[in-house]
C-alpha cells in the first residue's frame, strides 16, 4: 500500500473554477514531486521540492501553482486550466533527492 | 542526456507463460533503476530496483538483473497470472540531475487465462 495520499481521487472543474489538490506523506521524506501523466504515457515531471523548497519548475504554465506548507504537505492549485489539461496528476515524495521514488494513487482531473 | 528504451507493446501472455520486458539506458555516472507497474485506473507502485551493477532486484516473483555491460536492466517473471496485467515503466535516477528521474515510454501487459 502507497504512504503517499492523494486527495481528491476524482476532480470535474470548468475553465474559470479554482481548485487544489492536496498531498500528504508520513515517511520523512524530504523530496516531494508533483507529475502529470496522460494515457498510455510516462509520468511527466512538473515540480520538485526539496525540504519545503521549490527546486525544480519544469517550465510548468502559471496556471498551475505548487506550495509545500510543511515537510508532509504539497498542494496543486489550479486556476483556469484547458481541456488539455485534463489527466492523471501523480505525487510522489522520496527520502531525499535522487533516491527511490514512492508515488501515491493520483488525482483523475477532468477540465470542461 | 539519459535515456531509457523499453520493448514496445503490447505484450499478450497466456497464463503461467514466461515474462521478458527488455529495457536498457543510456546515462552519466551510475545511476539505480527501477521498474514501476501501474495497474488500470491507479497510480504507479514501484515493484523492484536495483542500485549497482550486478544487483538482482525482485519482487512478487518479478526479477531484474542490473547489467552494465549491456547497460541493460530485463524484467523477467517465470509464470505470470491475469493479476498481472498492468503497465509496467522501466526507470533511472543518476543523482547528477538530482530530482529528475527518466522514464521508459511503458510497456503494456495483458495475461489471458
Known amino acids: 500500500d502507497t504512504e503517499v495520499t492523494q486527495t481528491p481521487k476524482h476532480l470535474v472543474m470548468g475553465m474559470t473554477n479554482k481548485k487544489s489538490l492536496k498531498c500528504e506523506q508520513h515517511m520523512g521524506h524530504r523530496a516531494m514531486y508533483w507529475y502529470k501523466q496522460k494515457a498510455k504515457k510516462p509520468p511527466e515531471l512538473m515540480f520538485v521540492y526539496s525540504y519545503e523548497k521549490l527546486s525544480i519548475n519544469e517550465s510548468v504554465p502559471s496556471r498551475f501553482s505548487p506550495e509545500c506548507p510543511n515537510s508532509s504537505l504539497l498542494n496543486l492549485h489550479l486556476h483556469a486550466l484547458q481541456p488539455e489539461d485534463s489527466a492523471l496528476y501523480l505525487c510522489?515524495?522520496?527520502?531525499?533527492?535522487?533516491?527511490?521514488?514512492?508515488f501515491g494513487e493520483g488525482s483523475w482531473l477532468t477540465v470542461v | 542526456g539519459n535515456s531509457v528504451t523499453q520493448m514496445e507493446g503490447p505484450v499478450t501472455l497466456s497464463e503461467e507463460a514466461f515474462l521478458t520486458i527488455n529495457c536498457t539506458y543510456t546515462?552519466?555516472?551510475?545511476?539505480?533503476l527501477f521498474w514501476y507497474v501501474q495497474y488500470p485506473g491507479e497510480g504507479l507502485q514501484l515493484l523492484l530496483k536495483a542500485t549497482k551493477a550486478d544487483d538482482k532486484g525482485s519482487n512478487k516473483g518479478f526479477e531484474a538483473t542490473y547489467r552494465k555491460e549491456t547497460t541493460s536492466f530485463h524484467l523477467e517473471k517465470g509464470s505470470v497470472q491475469v493479476s498481472d496485467s498492468a503497465v509496467y515503466f522501466c526507470a533511472l535516477s543518476d543523482g547528477t540531475n538530482a530530482g529528475k528521474s527518466t522514464f521508459g515510454d511503458g510497456t503494456t501487459l495483458t495475461v489471458k487465462p
Open positions: 510522489a515524495s522520496s527520502q531525499d533527492l535522487g533516491n527511490t521514488i514512492y
Open positions: 546515462a552519466t555516472g551510475y545511476p539505480s
